[in-house]
């Protein structure tokens, strides 16, 4: 059996690595997208899926199921939405600052509650084998698809879908396009912007979820490094678009697992030069689509960052 | 459709701490009249109005409709009763269609919108209305008399009787304006609506409105119906008794050399679309030039490019004929003022004391400082009493926060900031907006004296009122393009309106 792909196999890692790595990333964007859809920016999510993780795994080490650990991990992260939306609530609170110390709460929360499950092995959420067909084990690995990565991509279709053809997505765009619109048809913006908040949350909390059950699947202070935040920036490089956000978790999926890939044929040379490329990519993506003369296209208008 | 019922809003009385804003007005509303509120800003229009849609509580008075009394407690409660109201700002939603727009305030929005269902009912809808708009495309792409036919399209076919329109034609342009109030008296003629119009034109109140309320102050004044009242006894009841200033008197005599000059100015927008394109123009000394134009052609794009807060793409700009790049210093040597639109968001610090803002200009000139370093407070202060006095700046004392006067003192401000050190040449955008009669004549006058005194005046306003009253020349800016000149002597409100409109 032919086990040396070279140069594929790097391609072949990268992208398995993406469809893995992709999942946290695809749901705090999603979270995000809604949020922000409602006209306020949550930037705590980093800790909202730091939280997410934490729960998630310390659930499933005590009970043993590891979807009881998603659902709570969701619960988590919806709890720590309310607190956003409730204090963002109160008049002449910026939510970018709120965002920055939920961030911090939640990290702060996670690792001192969390502080005992470092040790103990909690059950991994089970994947399917969409590679069972190939010969190849670096295929098979690559396509080793988790349920929350399907129900992602089924979520950010049906976002899309659902901003566009319901009633609640009409009234979320209202409220964060036009304030004065939404009061004028008598709908709460507090109350939208809450639940979307919330919702958000709870996006976010699932893919935290992932990180500590599934990829990499343990629990500990360095899990998240940053994706919740590269998340959020993800966001307007997808113009708010739930589908665009897909595509664009994919991408970063890929560069943060260009580092392991090269490392797995047996590059290690710079490798933490690598391991830095989605952060490198967040940069060069958020210098690339933003100009001083110019508002981002497709920027939901009440956004604190589009006044 | 069902007839609009009769309306009647009996002793409404509103206070707002001290402030008595409302004090026991009564009004009836006719089915199928036009009825027009006229007054200044801060008469109580508002107040009244939001009274009775459901957005304030009154402290006393009540509103009857045929013959019952009703407690409008919400905005929705009054939707229920056939109230809709269109404000001067567009609550239609910009990243929406006008399909979507329509649909969103329906009472009974389903959970999820079946669009083929809801776009056949629009269908028969709009062929029932006697004007037409495209629902496919998103509001922001339409122009502003589009979006005011599509909010009146929206409350009518959310089934509202009584529409109260906030001052419907401050973004149109005169034919616009003429065609929506036309179509409006027809709709009401016909016994489909009751519209009431709060604005403080006296022109469109003569022209289309059967009955006039006129408030000052909280109280109803005066009023009746409009075949039996005369412009002069509407300002009069508008504005009382009360000295109105003379409107300053224009030198005549021929302009001096040029003072600004803009050659093939091209500017990007916040879009990415250019703004403004090959604009060339030149400013004389002792010369007002008037830029007309309905929000949104690049007037604002311009104006920053002109006070440095923008980069051109391309072009030349000149003042006094050397080559101008708009930086604090080139500002100062050249004489370049600046007021802007909207001051409170552009060229002031809310936060900040009157006699802080008063000195932005020269708060770093020598005799300002103490020893080229240290700012002298008293220098300042001592500047901005004299600027307060002559100005009539109406404030607490210099050391109020700018934020607390209001807006016609924080534009007496601006003005006396940007005036006060002879000007060679004065960019103005809209300098009235917003501002009641005393402080608008008053500020106009300013203008004209500056001009007197050898200022070239570039004036850039929405309202083409102010334009004919003020310019020596008038322009019409369309899409970034400069479409029209004429002089003073021969301007036309309707011809410049159709070129705001288009490239007639």
């Not at chain 2, 008296?185 to 009431?196: C, I, K, S, W």
């Not at chain 2, 005599?253 to 500017?267: K, M, Q």
């Not at chain 2, 402080?439 to 007197?452: G, K, L, Y």
């Not at chain 2, 003020?470 to 070129?499: K, N, Q």
Request: contains cysteine; proline residues 5%; neutral net charge.
């Amino acid at each position: 059996m032919v086990t040396d792909l070279g140069g594929w196999g790097v391609l072949i890692a990268v992208v398995g690595g993406a469809i893995r790595v992709s999942t946290p990333y695809l749901y705090v964007s999603l979270g995000e997208t809604l949020t922000e859809k409602s006209g306020r920016v949550n930037l705590g999510l980093e800790g909202t899926l730091v939280m997410g993780a934490m729960s998630a795994y310390a659930v499933a080490y005590l009970t043993g199921s590891p979807w009881l650990g998603v659902l709570v991990a969701g619960c988590a992260g919806a709890g720590l939405g309310l607190l956003h939306a409730a204090v963002c609530n109160l008049p002449r609170v910026n939510d970018v600052a709120v965002g920055i110390a939920l961030f911090l709460l939640g990290t702060g929360l996670a690792f001192s509650l969390g502080k005992p499950f470092i040790q103990p092995v909690a059950p991994r959420l089970p994947s399917v084998a969409l590679g069972a067909w190939s010969a190849y084990p670096q295929i098979r690995a690559a396509l080793e698809i988790n349920a929350l990565f399907v129900a992602g991509v089924v979520l950010a279709a049906l976002m899309r879908w659902a901003l566009a053809h319901t009633r609640w997505g009409l009234i979320v765009r209202t409220v964060g396009d036009n304030e004065d619109a939404a009061r004028a048809l008598g709908r709460s913006v507090d109350l939208v912007r809450t639940l979307s908040t919330a919702v958000g949350g709870f996006l976010a909390g699932l893919g935290g979820s992932f990180l500590s059950l599934y990829y990499p699947g343990t629990w500990n202070e360095a899990l998240s490094s940053g994706q919740g935040l590269m998340a959020i920036a993800l966001v307007i490089f997808a113009r708010w678009n739930p589908v665009r956000c897909f595509w664009v978790s994919l991408l970063f999926g890929g560069a943060t697992a260009l580092g392991p890939a090269l490392q797995s044929v047996g590059f290690t040379s710079n490798y933490y030069l690598y391991g830095a490329a989605p952060y490198v990519l967040t940069l060069v993506l958020l210098v690339w689509s933003s100009s001083p003369t110019r508002v981002l296209a497709g920027a939901p208008s009440e956004l604190s960052i589009s006044r | 459709m069902s007839a609009p019922p009769r309306v009647e809003i009996v002793s409404m009385t509103k206070r707002f701490g001290d402030l008595l804003a409302l004090d026991d007005v009564s009004l009836r509303l006719e089915p199928g009249t036009v009825h027009a509120i006229l007054g200044e800003n801060g008469a109580g229009k508002s107040t009244l109005v939001k009274c009775v849609m459901g957005y304030h509580r009154p402290d006393a008075g009540r509103v009857v409709v045929d013959g019952r009394a009703q407690a409008i407690t919400s905005p929705r409660r009054a939707h229920q009763l056939g109230f809709g109201m269109v404000y001067q700002h567009f609550t239609l939603v910009p990243s929406m269609t006008g399909a979507e727009n329509l649909v969103l305030g329906a009472a009974g929005l389903p959970a999820i919108i079946d669009w083929d269902a809801e776009r056949a009912t629009i269908e028969r809808f709009q062929r029932r209305m006697p004007f037409q708009i495209d629902l496919d495309r998103p509001v922001s792409a339409l122009a502003a008399g589009e979006k005011q036919k599509l909010e009146l399209l929206k409350q009518l076919f959310l089934g509202r009787r009584i529409l109260v329109l906030d001052e419907p034609t401050t973004v149109l342009t005169p034919d616009e304006a003429d065609q929506i109030l036309g179509v409006l008296g027809e709709m009401a003629r016909e016994n489909l609506l009751t519209v009431v119009i709060i604005t403080h034109k006296l022109r469109e109140v003569l022209a289309f409105a059967r009955e006039v309320t006129v408030l000052r102050g909280g109280r109803r004044v005066g009023g009746g119906r409009a075949q039996d009242l005369d412009r002069d006894s509407l300002v009069r009841m508008m504005i009382g008794t009360a000295d109105i200033p003379e409107p300053a008197a224009r030198d005549v005599g021929p302009p001096g050399s040029v003072a600004l000059g803009i050659e093939a100015l091209r500017v990007v927008g916040d879009t990415g679309i250019t703004a403004v394109r090959d604009v060339t123009l030149e400013v004389r000394a002792r010369e007002i030039v008037g830029v007309a134009g309905v929000s949104g052609n690049g007037q604002r794009e311009l104006v920053e490019v002109l006070a440095g807060q923008r980069q051109p793409e391309s072009g030349v700009i000149r003042a006094g004929g050397a080559r101008y790049r708009p930086t604090r210093g080139a500002m100062r040597r050249h004489k370049v003022f600046v007021v802007m639109e909207e001051p409170l968001r552009n060229t002031c610090v809310p936060g900040m004391s009157v006699a802080e803002n008063l000195a932005f200009r020269n708060f770093d000139e020598p005799r300002n400082t103490v020893g080229g370093v240290l700012l002298s407070r008293r220098a300042i202060r001592r500047q901005a009493l004299e600027r307060i006095d002559r100005y009539r700046i109406r404030t607490e004392g210099p050391d109020a926060r700018l934020e607390t006067l209001s807006g016609g003192n924080v534009q007496r401000t601006v003005l006396a900031r940007e005036l006060s050190e002879d000007p060679a040449v004065l960019i103005a955008q809209n300098p009235c907006a917003g501002l009641d009669w005393a402080a608008t004549t008053e500020i106009r006058s300013r203008i004209v004296t500056a001009r007197n005194a050898g200022a070239g005046v570039l004036l850039l306003s929405e309202d083409l009122d102010e334009l004919l009253e003020l310019a020596d020349r008038i322009m019409v800016m369309l899409e970034g393009r400069l479409v029209y000149e004429t002089p003073r002597e021969t301007a036309d409100a309707h011809i410049i309106g159709r070129y705001m409109a288009s490239h007639a």
